[in-house]
């Protein structure tokens, strides 16, 4: 039985010791202040093989860059969250020590073509689970940190950790569409057992009735 933690920021991060063990932990974007703020996350990580899934902004990598991320931890993958094709290798100037791996084409039937880049999934955390379920050979998928942008409906910031500028916005594409995604990627993976465990109260309509998802509502609003 192959398992896969996949963390990303949100609030309900804060739970991450709840996850039991894996054999991959797949992390979302920037996790470097929480990593160095969050009590026993850096400890969490250090026996960790470890996926990341960051997106290729200029300077992106420059707070992993500044904890020493990379030498710290047991980094294998870096996973680019585009489709092969679409960005050009080592044009994101964050100097990560690691081969770009870019999305394969049997991601293509579960993305969308009406968004940023003509195959597209709604935003990193979607991408990182979508790796998590299609290239790592998983039968469980236990995800924490993902929580849908439903947190601001009860005043609380989107991450565990102040980003500042991005605490209280939510992504163009919105929540019910992301939870869309979610729901297309759980569909077309119905032998993979999925867990979400989230601080979101508010689901799509037949969310809940995906047999290859259990959702474990945590604690109240503020995580």
């Given amino acids: 039985m192959r398992t896969v933690n996949l963390l990303g920021r949100g609030p309900s991060l804060k739970h991450f010791k709840n ?57 294998t993958k870096l996973i680019r969250p585009y489709l092969e094709g679409i960005r050009a290798a080592g044009s994101s100037g964050q100097d990560i020590p690691l081969e ?29 689970f979508a790796h ?4 790592c050979s998983a039968d469980v998928v236990n995800v924490i940190g993902i929580d849908f942008y439903n947190n601001l409906n009860y005043g609380v910031a989107n991450y565990l950790v102040s980003d500042g500028k991005d605490d209280w916005q939510m992504d163009f594409f ?36 995906i047999k290859n998802l259990k959702i474990n509502i945590i604690g109240d609003e503020n995580g």
């Fill in 132 to 135: 998590s379920l299609l290239d």
């Fill in 174 to 209: 919105g929540a019910d569409r992301m939870q869309e995604n979610f729901c297309r990627l759980l569909d077309g993976n119905p032998n993979i057992q999925v867990n979400l465990n989230t601080v979101c109260r508010d689901f799509i309509s037949g969310m809940t009735d």
């Fill in 100 to 128: 770009e791996t870019f999305l394969g084409k049997n991601h293509m039937e579960f993305m969308y073509t009406d968004l940023k880049y003509p195959y597209d999934y709604t935003g990193t955390g979607i991408a990182a």
């Fill in 19 to 75: 996850l039991g063990n894996c054999e991959t932990v797949v992390l979302s974007n920037n996790l470097d202040k929480e990593i160095s703020q969050v009590d026993g996350f850096s400890d969490y990580l250090q026996d960790k093989n470890i996926h990341l899934c960051l997106n290729m902004v200029l300077g992106a990598a420059s707070g992993y860059h500044s904890i020493d991320f990379f030498n710290r931890f047991n980094v």
